[in-house]
């Protein structure tokens, strides 16, 4: 279990700077371009992942129903979305945001497919995500109130 954890945990990691270095490249251009570049350097890297595999691409089969292959397209569109936002609101702000979705949705997800009486310690993580948000916002008001107040 440690190992998925930890797993998970560079993940988050991957996704922050992945997150940063494609919101940077969307300054110089656009947020779909950046997107562009960031799925063709992926698929180029997994494509050379799956070469070196020593079963190549000869386990490739497509009978996962039409709709599981969307999430193609639903993360590129999150790349984009991102690669714009993020350059905006900060790294900080738009993680939380994307973790307030992604919590919000993930609920509803587990909800539809695995009805459980648990359900509000999910509600619980939720709430604690939003106020965690919503107390980021005061700190960053403050500041920036701070600032304009010491440049008087």
Same mark, same amino acid.
């Given at each position: 279990?440690?190992?998925?954890? &930890?797993?998970? !945990?560079?993940?988050?990691?991957?996704? #922050? !700077?992945? *997150?940063? &270095? @494609?919101? *940077?490249?969307?300054?110089?251009?656009?947020?779909?371009?950046? #997107?562009?570049? @960031?799925?063709?350097?992926?698929? $180029?890297? /997994?494509?050379?992942?799956? $070469? $070196?595999?020593?079963?190549?691409?000869?386990?490739?089969?497509?009978?996962? +129903?039409?709709?599981?292959? /969307?999430?193609? %397209?639903?993360?590129?569109?999150?790349? %984009?979305? @991102?690669?714009?936002?993020? +350059?905006?609101?900060?790294?900080?702000? %738009?993680?939380?945001?994307?973790?307030?979705?992604?919590?919000?949705?993930?609920? $509803?997800?587990?909800?539809?497919?695995? +009805? #459980?009486?648990?359900?509000?310690?999910?509600?619980?993580?939720?709430? !604690?995500?939003?106020?965690?948000?919503?107390?980021?916002? &005061?700190?960053?008001?403050?500041?920036?109130?701070?600032?304009? @107040?010491?440049? *008087?």
């Amino acid at each position: 279990m440690i190992t998925f954890i &930890i797993l998970a !945990l560079f993940n988050g990691v991957c996704i #922050s !700077l992945s *997150r940063s &270095i @494609n919101g *940077r490249l969307s300054m110089e251009r656009n947020a779909f371009y950046a #997107s562009l570049w @960031n799925h063709i350097v992926g698929f $180029v890297f /997994l494509t050379l992942i799956i $070469v $070196v595999q020593s079963d190549g691409f000869s386990s490739f089969h497509f009978n996962a +129903p039409f709709y599981a292959y /969307l999430g193609g %397209a639903l993360g590129a569109l999150f790349v %984009a979305i @991102n690669s714009y936002v993020l +350059p905006r609101i900060g790294s900080t702000q %738009a993680a939380m945001l994307i973790i307030s979705g992604q919590m919000i949705s993930g609920v $509803v997800i587990d909800q539809i497919s695995h +009805p #459980s009486d648990t359900i509000w310690i999910s509600v619980l993580a939720v709430v !604690l995500i939003v106020a965690g948000i919503w107390v980021s916002k &005061i700190s960053a008001a403050r500041k920036s109130a701070q600032t304009i @107040n010491l440049s *008087r």
